[in-house]
């Protein structure tokens, strides 16, 4: 018997190890000449816009609703198919989240449904690019131009994807506005914890700089004043040694990933009443590979089946809206169908760089065969 097969796990080499022994020996753990140089690597890779590290990506998109000004009495318009993080920023800071339904063929924010949801009180988007699966950026921008409807792009899950050639982060027009990368361990690259922020042409980085770290601006050697509340969410060189580390294999590990989702199209049985994702080569960063089950499937019975066959499934995600936090504010069942449909019967298979192609072709067989024993 082989042994049990994860959902995710992260590929950290010996040259990161020894890079993270180098900080840990070098004196100075906390931010420093690490996390700069992580963020002029990663700057390097959004096509030059000003990038700064944080210690999570939810803080991240907390900071970007805070410099834009964000908060009680506005509105922010959003997807119920996505980690609770997602609305839970909005709720962070005072504002009212706005649930868009999905689109059941790409389960991102259907962009088309988001100009019904717009109000006076509307400030902000946040499009989540589900499973790595990029928003169509063209049409994103087209809603939201020159910083009039502010847009927080929540790339947790699409570092390395790409919208027409380019890569996620970088500008897509004159106006691109803040994306926010999360690298959480179950992400295509990681830092431990953490998470980074490009930021748009109207934001000061040194303005940002101060909401990661309690609000402190320093004018000279021994003058500092505080002129508002930060908070304290910057990155170690510790992490910042690991995500140099991941940043090298980036390529490496997408087009890994590619392949094995790839294999995935060529082995599933195409009988067995499941929905596969939409077969996108072009941007997608196959962040994970995702199914619906037939109508009517037990998933909780059909969890314990995969995983007494060695394998892990995870859930990504329930509808948020229907969590009582949301069930307060007034949300309830039938209000969002595409997404209540998809969260209920979503699995996400096993899917990361580390993977064998006989792995894939053993998660197919498992799933056949834990079918037909719930049948
Ligand atoms: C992981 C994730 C986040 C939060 O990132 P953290 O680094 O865990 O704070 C936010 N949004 C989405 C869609 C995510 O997948």
Not at 113 to 119: D, H, Y
Request: glycine residues 10%.
């Amino acid at each position: 018997m082989s042994s049990f097969l994860p959902f995710t796990r992260p590929s950290i080499d010996e040259e990161t190890i020894a890079a993270v022994a180098g900080v840990l020996r070098s004196g100075w753990l906390t931010t420093g000449p690490k996390a700069k140089e992580f963020e002029a690597a990663l700057s390097a890779h959004c096509g030059g816009r000003p990038v700064r590290v944080c210690n999570s990506g939810t803080v991240t998109m907390e900071i970007a609703l805070r410099l834009a000004g964000i908060g009680p009495d506005d509105e922010v318009i959003t997807t119920p198919l996505s980690w609770v993080a997602t609305a839970g920023v909005i709720l962070t800071v005072g504002a009212k989240p706005v649930f868009v339904d999905i689109d059941p063929i790409t389960r991102n924010i259907d962009l088309d449904k988001v100009a019904a949801a717009i109000t006076p009180k509307t400030r902000a988007i946040i499009p989540v690019d589900l499973a790595g699966l990029p928003v169509d950026r063209d049409k994103l921008y087209a809603i939201a131009p020159s910083y009039t409807l502010r847009v927080i792009e929540d790339a947790a899950q699409s570092f390395g994807a790409s919208w027409k050639g380019k890569p996620i982060g970088s500008s897509f027009g004159n106006d691109s506005d803040f994306v926010s990368f999360s690298f959480h361990p179950n992400k295509n690259i990681t830092t431990g914890e953490g998470g980074a922020l490009v930021l748009p042409a109207d934001i000061d980085p040194a303005a940002c700089e101060r909401m990661r770290l309690q609000g402190v601006r320093r004018f000279d050697e021994d003058g500092m004043d505080v002129e508002v509340l930060g908070g304290k969410a910057n990155l170690t060189d510790i992490a910042a040694a690991i995500g140099l580390g991941q940043l090298k294999r980036l390529e490496e590990f997408t087009a890994r990933r590619k392949h094995l989702a790839r294999r995935y199209f060529e082995c599933f049985n195409p009988g067995l009443g499941c929905m596969l994702p939409l077969k996108d080569f072009e941007n997608s960063n196959w962040h994970m590979f995702q199914i619906l089950l037939p109508p009517g499937c037990d998933r909780g019975r059909l969890i314990v089946a995969m995983r007494e066959r060695g394998i892990g499934i995870g859930v990504h995600y329930p509808a948020m809206h229907l969590f009582t936090l949301y069930r307060k504010l007034g949300y309830k069942e039938g209000d969002f169908p595409q997404a209540e449909q998809a969260g209920r019967r979503t699995i996400t298979l096993p899917l990361f760089p580390s993977m064998l192609d006989s792995d894939v072709e053993r998660v197919c067989s498992a799933l056949i065969n834990a079918l037909k024993s719930l049948a």
